[in-house]
Structure formats: structure tokens, C-alpha cells
């Protein structure tokens, strides 16, 4: 089971279990955090697309620690007019482990009750003589 969710303007592919790195969320370390803006959800081949969201669908996580990412060095220059600038940059970034993925009130494909309704047959129409 996995889903597409959207964290801070961005779209992650997340499975239960899963690590990865968001933009700095608030929070302290340990502290769980949900997120609603679930775009898309695979359920063992059952695909359920939001327009645009998911309704019901919700991912729990835990933050694991706050971190900055790589720096990134930004340097400007103008040729021949002495113009020379240098910048960095480093990303205050957030590690997240995906604990659960919800997705409402919908029973997944395997705790499905059978069903008792007796199916209703359409016998298809046979042609009279008369035309």
C-alpha cells in the first residue's frame, strides 16, 4: 500500500515504515504529525484518486530529528568588471518515518464481507417472428 501526499508544496510517494526528508515542519523530535492532502492512494491495485484530494485519507508520522541538508555555494561574476559575489545556503530539512496510512472509513479488498443479495439476471431480448 502506498500514497502520493502533498507536505509543504511538495509531493512525496510514501509506504508505511518509510523515511524521508520534508522542509522544516514544527514540532519537537518524537512528536507525531498528521497530514489530509492525500492525492492518491494504492491499495493493492485499488487506486482511489482525489479531486484533488482523497476524502477521509490521512498519513500519521513521527519526526525523528531536524536537520540541515548539503550547502549549496552561489557564486555570481561579471567578467571583466570586477563584479564578484558569493553566497551559501543550507536547507533546514525534517526526517519523518511514516507510521500509517488511513484511508477512512473504506474496508480494504480483503476484510470485505461476502455478499448475500442474490445477483439479478438480464436475459437479453429475442426478436418476434412478426417483424
Known sequence: MYAIVDI??????????KKLYVHRLAGEDNDKVRFNNVLLTDNDGDVKVGTPTVEGAEITATILQHVKGDKVIVFKKKRRKGYKKKNGHRQSLTQIRIDEITIGNAVTPEAKEPETATPVVIEPETKSEEE
Open 8 to 17: 509543504a508544496g511538495f509531493q512525496f510517494n510514501v509506504e508505511q515504515g
